[in-house]
């Protein structure tokens, strides 16, 4: 079959791989038929180059038909239509209960002490060949599939393996009261998303970024927007003008560990991908470094006792954060990878009928 795959740093290339085929009864394959390239793909591409290995296949944002079932995969039948979450998860065990797959007991990365396992995503996270290629397979498939109706195309469904449930929590997590006022910092796929379902939840959105054309998408869609390379330094007291002198009750950022603003830790970054891997490995894990000016902005934004939603990638273990400033403010902070299969009964009939997030 034809996969995107990993050979280098800065290098991906359309390859041949090998069909996967079913290795435990609880597996199905699934033949895709849409999938997506996700801003954390362009962390394999060059800061996490160190855990990945030549012909490694991309992607976890894939949906397709289900083409073989394993003996022990509940209702999951062949022909039907799927989409797949990008973490694997068996849906049984505590944490699972807990609806925290991104932290399943079954296929927790423990060799790293990680979470729950991800499809196309490095040594890290489990090694599993991605969804960037003609066929799929889908370990523990009865929890790690979504099935979703004939009709309309791909591009309606698509979004539930990751960036709606991911902008979901995002959301959720930021718990902005009713009435409130969000601040989403990065526009990407991921702030765009978060901004519509805060809107669909009656939040006013003050969206921030450098980008001219996400910024004018976003206008166009009705959201207050400020640009960051207009405002620079100042971002923090024009968005406190606008919110009474306080600051927005939430900041989503929506940015993560590849910010602009931050040129030392960017340089380090990139030294430390084109190390041989045994020395970049531990580097990585012990001493990394994000770039953190659009967390910083975070915390000096939203206002006192507000809380901060951090659903873009951090990955450093060494990152400075100024905690006299979060514990004198009384911020709240919460994170982490989006537990999908928690939120799509929430999202799914928001899908079905009319476009009511216009992921069209």
Known sequence: M????????????????????????????????????CGSDLHLYEPLAAFMEPGDVLGHEAMGIVEETGGDVGDVAVGDRVVIPFQIACGECWMCQQKLPTQCETTQVRQHDNGAALFGYSTLYGH?????????????ARFTTIKVPEGPPDERFVYLSDVLPTAWQAVAYAGVPKDGTVAVLGLGPIGQMSSRVARHHGIRVLG???????????????????????????????????????????????????????????????????????????????????????????????????????????????????????????????????????????ILPLLEGADVLGVD
């Open 2 to 37: 034809k996969a995107v795959t990993w050979q280098g740093r800065r290098d991906v290339q359309v390859q041949d791989a090998p069909e996967p085929v079913l290795q435990k009864a609880t597996d199905a394959i699934i033949r895709v038929t849409t999938t997506n390239i």
């Open 208 to 346: 921030i970024d450098v980008d001219h054309d996400r910024l004018l998408r976003a206008e166009r869609l009705g959201f207050e927007v400020l640009d960051l390379s207009v405002h620079g330094d100042a971002i923090v007291d024009v968005v406190r003008d606008l919110t009474d002198g306080r600051g927005p009750d939430a900041v989503i950022d929506a940015v993560g560990m590849e910010a602009h603003g931050s040129p030392g830790v960017a340089m380090l970054q990139r030294s430390t991908s084109i190390l041989p891997d045994a020395i970049a490995r531990p580097l990585m894990l012990r001493a990394g470094m994000d770039r953190m000016s659009a967390l910083h902005t975070a915390i000096d934004m939203v206002r006192r006792g507000g809380t901060i939603s951090i659903i873009g990638v951090y990955g450093g273990a060494m990152d400075p954060m100024p905690m006299i400033k979060l514990f004198d403010k009384q911020i709240q902070i919460r994170m982490g990878q989006a537990n999908v299969k928690t939120w799509t009964d929430d």
């Open 128 to 140: 599993v060949p991605g969804g960037q290629a003609q066929y799929l397979r889908v370990p523990h």
